[in-house]
């Protein structure tokens, strides 16, 4: 299995620029989220799915669009890149968004190492 | 906003060496999970803690979770190189993270 595989690695993004970064996992889990990570802050939730179809948002989503439309894929799409934008964004999943699921334990994705310049 | 502090945000010890890092809050979490991230790689979950004064052991790390579920701690004994890494708690089922402690156990 491959688990929580996240495209690209690095991107480096101009102002204003729109992209989309892909999460796909291959573990039929219910449950995908979107982090970033930065400096001195840990991880930051910015959007959740429980399920195809439905999302909702985390602590920062602004700035940030999400759809599922599938079990396995949950893309994280910046409208206009901003610099603040910059930093590493996580994928994560887990069987379900139930209590118990979200208490054993999430599979990351490696990253998406973001730099708008 | 349930917030957790972790300390020291740094430690570097030598191989063999014992530790202790923390995670705080004000708050009452009904678990807490505790996972290590090395370079350039995602968070890996080392364990949950769901029950108050509930101690668990994972080879050389000890983790407890506080009576009043507001605080954890986790306990290197015998450090080694291999442990080095960014240590992150997690509260609310993974949707509150702390900024980490980051260990370097030098040989």
């Known amino acids: 299995n491959a688990g929580v595989t996240q495209t690209p690695k690095f991107q480096v993004l101009k102002t204003g620029q729109s992209m989309t970064l892909q999460c796909a996992q291959d573990?039929?889990?219910?449950?995908m989220s979107w982090y970033r990570q930065d400096p001195g802050m840990g991880l930051r939730l910015i959007h959740y799915?429980?399920?195809?179809?439905?999302?909702d948002q985390g602590e920062v989503p602004n700035g940030y669009n999400v759809s599922r439309s599938t079990t396995e894929d949950f893309p994280l799409r910046l409208l206009s890149a901003a610099p603040s934008q910059t930093s590493v964004y996580f994928c994560a999943s887990s069987v379900s968004g139930t209590a118990t699921s979200l208490n054993y334990g999430y599979t990351f994705g490696s990253g998406t190492r973001l730099t708008v310049v | 906003t349930q917030l957790l502090e972790q300390s020291p945000q740094f430690l570097s010890i030598q191989e063999g060496e014992n530790l202790t890092v923390y995670c705080n809050s004000s708050?009452?979490?009904?678990?807490l999970q505790w996972y290590r991230q090395e370079p350039g790689e995602g968070p890996v979950l080392l364990v949950t803690?769901?029950?108050?004064?509930e101690v668990k052991k994972l080879k050389r790390l000890t983790f407890q979770f506080g009576d009043a579920r507001k605080d954890s701690s986790l306990h290197i004994t015998a450090a080694q190189p291999g442990d080095t890494g960014l240590y992150l708690c997690a509260g609310e089922g993974g949707m509150r993270f702390g900024a980490g402690t980051r260990l370097t156990v030098k040989p």
């Open positions: 573990m039929n889990h219910e449950y």
């Open positions: 708050s009452v979490f009904s678990s």
């Open positions: 803690v769901v029950t108050g004064g």
């Open positions: 799915s429980v399920g195809a179809g439905i999302t």
